[in-house]
């Protein structure tokens, strides 16, 4: 195999792997952001609402 037919196999090694494991990281990352947020949240409201009695 000459260099061009390396570099051809290898972009579609990220094509059909690479690509879609880097969307799958990124949704996974996205949504324990987002549940971090919620639970940060949640301990607001209840610091609040004890801090008021």
């Known amino acids: 195999m000459t260099w061009l ?11 059909i ?3 879609p494991l880097a969307i799958l990281i990124f ?3 996205q949504r324990k952001e987002r549940q971090n947020d919620e639970e940060e949240l949640a301990k607001t409201k209840i610091f609040k609402s004890t801090s008021k009695k």
């Open 17 to 19: 792997f690479g690509l």
């Open 27 to 29: 949704l996974y990352e």
């Open 5 to 15: 037919e390396w570099f051809e196999l290898f972009s579609y090694v990220v094509t």
